[in-house]
């Protein structure tokens, strides 16, 4: 008598919720690609303006104002997240303000402000020794940077107190036993430790602030997009010139998204190493 177990044959089982998604979803990919095969848009005009001068230039003044505003909110942001941790009532309170307002009124809302100052304040300076014409200072580069940087700042302040928050305890006190300043704490022993919370988030904020920089636009700051709006009133090629804005934020974010990656990677070193083992 064979005794030996016959063989076994598995039939895959069809998941056809799974092949009818997919055609759906190429049968889409697929409807737009000839639209915009066949649609009304002068391609050669999309190369022509890809780079010409005055792109170039509001591609440049983007990624400034983007790096100079993540800079402004990076600073602020640790300033009132290490106040908002602070024992002293005034010193907290200020900074939960401060978070409070600016997270509240929207960004566009914030520009305008700025852009407006001199309705407020005609003049800025101490009085009897120096004084400016507010008209002068606030130029749209200035309202932007302020608007966009200051805003931002309340965003990163709570993103790095949630880093230094997830340092443990232990670290602080280990540190206050070798006679560390608070400068000192921070500086060698916290924040090395808490940027594997911090740097994912603000990494994404940065991203987000390069798409940010479009609402500058409001105070005719000579950014990408109001850069292509000027140039599509002139010569009528609205959708090409879109498609050219388009592009180079697509460009941009990919660099960005690929250096937060290597970023994060390098802090997170020490947990890929304890996952291993």
């Known amino acids: ?82 106040m908002r941790l602070s024992a002293n009532p005034v010193l907290s309170s200020t900074a939960l303000g401060y978070i409070w307002f600016f997270r509240a009124i929207p960004v566009l809302l914030q520009l305008l402000l700025w852009y407006n100052l001199a309705l407020v304040f005609p003049t800025l300076g101490i009085p009897g020794l120096f004084a400016f014409k507010t008209v002068d200072v606030m130029t749209p580069f200035v309202a932007a940077l302020l ?74 700051f000579s950014e990408l997009l109001y850069t292509a709006q000027s140039i599509y009133y002139a010569n009528s090629r609205v959708i090409e010139l879109l498609i050219v804005a388009a592009f180079w934020y697509l460009i941009v974010v990919t660099i960005l998204s690929l250096i937060q990656g290597r970023i994060e990677a390098y802090y997170a070193r020490g947990v890929a190493v304890s996952a291993r083992r």
């Open 1 to 82: 008598m064979n005794t030996e177990p016959e063989d076994i044959v598995i039939v895959p089982k069809r998941h056809y919720g799974r092949l009818i998604g997919a055609a759906l979803v190429l049968v889409a990919l697929g409807a737009i690609v000839q639209a915009f095969a066949v649609g009304q848009i002068e391609w050669p005009y999309v190369a022509r303006f890809l780079t010409v001068p005055v792109i170039l230039q509001a591609l440049a003044n983007t990624i400034i104002m983007a790096i100079l505003a993540m800079i402004l909110g990076l600073v602020l942001g640790v300033i009132f997240a290490v």
């Open 147 to 220: 608007g966009l940087g200051i805003q931002q700042g309340a965003f990163t302040a709570e993103v790095v107190r949630a880093g230094l928050l997830s340092v443990d305890q232990g670290q602080y006190e280990a540190a206050q036993t070798l006679g560390m300043t608070r400068l000192q704490l921070l500086y060698r022993i916290i924040m090395p430790q808490a940027m594997r919370v911090i740097v994912p988030p603000v990494g994404n904020e940065f991203i987000g602030m390069v798409k940010l920089t479009s609402l500058a636009s409001v105070v005719q």
